[in-house]
């Protein structure tokens, strides 16, 4: 297939997404769920603290919202640019 | 009726289940063999793999590791879900759009090599051997259970139930039987958990239990915890103890292995479109999430009850004698797996952490020589029901549950490795003219030399099952991840820098697993411990995400090295990374 402009655009847009995408992912993961922990230990949730929450529930919980959010924004950007499927 | 006969009319019950529905999905389908979930919907797909995906590990050992850890071990939790995030976004389309069956097969035509072939071929055999070895052992410690046998016996035994099941082969396929042992398993999942949440925190959502108040003490129920643990001299339940960096590398290599191992990536290979490949990974990680929300409630809960059942009048009082203990602990006695030995001599089982400095003033006044309790980290899932004195059908359900888990993980690996040695070594490398009988008889001793090898090693194994299957994910993360994401994204990496990348992660990883864990996991021959690994707080089962760092950065240096890839490759890499076309890459 050719490279077109739409195709290089779209590319980029994708990258773009998740790109931004990866940054969140990470965030609550590495960063609030274990790097960053200390810094939340003074947010206190059910007996313990925000981080413990994040490595053990939020993270999982910011995953989902991450893909479908993701499946969602790719699919419109596939009709956006003309590179879906028919 | 006793607790066996239930424990066998439920696994009987259910393996008719799997059994019926293999039988009546294929009368109909037979055509459609290979192409399961093409057709389906991404919510059924989606529920067909996380049956695939959750596995022994997830079932019958997360959530014990977590209960006698605590917060370290949340990278399990972070890590296997996180993966999921990464196979959707930088894998998932892209390979529905390039639309071949097997992992090798889209590594040998992107890096337009036979060579890169076989050796995706080698490191997908490595990867899953390791992880077979983590189910079988799981699978043992379910066998060893239910029948009331020793746990070598109920390895024999469950290698011989795998090894039947995955050579009957159709049933993998058919997407029906896995969303019947999705049920199955979420089912015996979840109602113990639900049953222990009421009765500790009277709230029938296990995820919100973990962090409302538990009904006994007036206390949030982790403070409950973090407070009996510690007067035990064991460490803080919700504090973090080991090293930061290795927690850090080993949730990276979880969710890196996530998106590399072959069971997991084909299911992706055979949705209807592009867009519903995306949706998939959202569906199955809604899945998968309903088992591991509940996971950490089940670890902390169940730690709870095993410290009130061994101190029923609380810590600071005498714990029960061994006369009086109940008879969960005399059924687990059976298989090995929970053992007393009384160092005091005085018939009373004390059980606390007998390797704290700061606690051993406290065991010398009390007169205890010694934790006298050792308890497999495995068999508390299992165990938990009878812990917290559920009904027999409860704990019946929870066998069930557990060898669903395993034997449809197990199954669709050693298709996965016996796929791989017939049709891509065997037809597509060494005899390319060999017969169809003779491709699946090649398939069959694959498979049962997978089994034998695994069996043999889960005898002895590397570590509890969801430690070993860490392993392997580990295996995965720094050979396979970096071969796939570098052939999408990357229009510059070769043949050569895809070969000696995944040669150099897949071997720097496997020796430094081999130097921690023995040799071909052989007991004995390690040169390092975990305890003190070789490089700093770097663990084995953490290594996989340098691995993966070592893989991306050999194959940027030899592909700039080298000749680029030619026009053909370039513009294949152009049509995966767009949806438009996809529907000619079905036709097979």
Known sequence: MAETPSNNEYWAANIRLVTWSLVIWATVSFGFGIVLRPLLSGIAVGGTDLGFWFAQQGSIIVFLVLIFFYAWRMNKLDIQHGVDEE | ?588
């Open chain 2, 1 to 588: 009726m006793d607790q066996y006969t239930l424990n066998l009319l439920f696994v009987g019950a259910t393996f008719a289940l799997y059994i019926g529905i293999a039988i009546w999905a294929r009368a109909g389908s037979t055509s459609e063999f290979y192409a399961a979930g093409r057709g389906v919907h991404p919510v059924t797909n989606g529920m067909a793999t996380a049956a695939d995906w959750m596995s022994a590990a997830s079932f019958i050992s997360m959530a014990g590791l977590i209960a006698f850890t605590g917060y370290d071990n949340s990278s399990f939790l972070m890590g296997w879900t996180g993966g999921y995030v990464l196979l959707a976004m930088l894998l998932a389309p892209y390979l529905r759009k390039f639309g071949k069956f097997t992992v090798p097969e889209f590594i040998g035509d992107r890096f337009y090599s036979p060579t890169a072939r076989m050796v995706a071929v080698v490191c997908l055999i490595v990867a899953s051997v390791t992880y077979v070895i983590g189910q079988m052992t799981g699978v043992g410690v379910a066998f060893s259970r239910f029948l009331e046998v020793d746990n070598a016996t109920g390895l024999y035994i469950g290698a011989a139930v795998v090894f039947i099941y995955a050579v009957m082969g159709g049933m993998k396929g058919v997407t029906y039987t896995q969303v019947a042992q999705y049920v199955v398993l979420i089912t015996a999942y979840t109602i113990p958990a639900v049953f222990i949440s009421l009765q500790l925190t009277g709230n029938p959502i296990p995820a919100l239990g973990l962090f409302a108040e538990h009904t006994a003490s007036g206390l949030p129920l982790l403070e409950r915890l973090d407070q009996v643990v510690q007067e035990l001299g064991f460490a803080e339940y919700t504090g973090a103890q080991g090293s930061t960096l290795n927690m850090v590398l080993f949730t990276l290599s979880l969710m890196i292995g996530t998106a590399g191992l072959p069971h997991v990536i084909i299911r992706f290979f055979t949705v209807p479109r592009v867009a519903d490949a995306r949706w998939s990974a959202g569906w199955a990680l809604v899945f998968i999430a309903l088992l591991y929300l509940t996971a950490p409630a089940v670890g902390a809960m169940a730690r709870l009850n095993l410290i009130d059942t061994v101190y029923p009048n609380g810590t600071a009082e005498a714990p029960i004698a061994y006369d009086d203990r109940p008879v969960w602990m005399q059924n687990w006695e059976v298989t090995g797996l929970l053992t007393f030995n009384d160092a005091n001599g005085d018939g009373l089982i004390q059980w606390y952490n007998a390797g704290s400095e700061s606690f051993a003033a406290t065991a010398a006044e009390r007169g205890w020589a010694g934790s006298e309790l050792s308890v497999n980290r495995d068999i508390l899932v299992l165990a938990n029901p009878e812990i917290a004195n559920l009904p027999g059908w409860v704990i019946a359900l929870v066998a069930a549950g557990g060898l669903a888990a395993a034997l449809s993980t197990a199954a669709g690996l050693l298709l996965a490795i016996s796929g791989a040695i017939s049709h891509d070594l065997i037809k597509g490398q060494l005899n390319p003219n060999i017969s169809e009988k003779g491709e699946l008889l090649w398939a069959r001793i694959a498979m049962a030399g997978a089994v034998v090898v695994a069996t043999y090693l889960g005898l002895n194994p590397p570590g509890f099952a969801a430690q070993t299957v860490a392993l392997a994910f580990g295996l995965a993360a720094a050979s396979i991840f970096p071969a796939l994401m570098m052939g999408i994204f990357s229009k510059r990496v070769n043949n050569k820098g895809a070969v000696w990348g995944m040669l150099a992660g897949l071997i720097v990883t496997l020796v430094y697993i081999f130097l921690h864990k023995g040799w071909f996991f052989i007991p004995g021959t390690n040169t390092f411990t975990d305890a003190d690994p070789l490089l700093g707080p770097i663990k084995s089962t953490s290594f996989g995400a340098i691995g993966a760092l070592i893989n991306f950065s050999v194959a940027y240096v030899v592909s700039n090295a080298t000749e680029e890839p030619p026009q053909e490759i370039i513009d294949l890499v152009e049509s995966i990374r767009v949806p438009r076309g996809a529907g000619a890459a079905q036709d097979h």
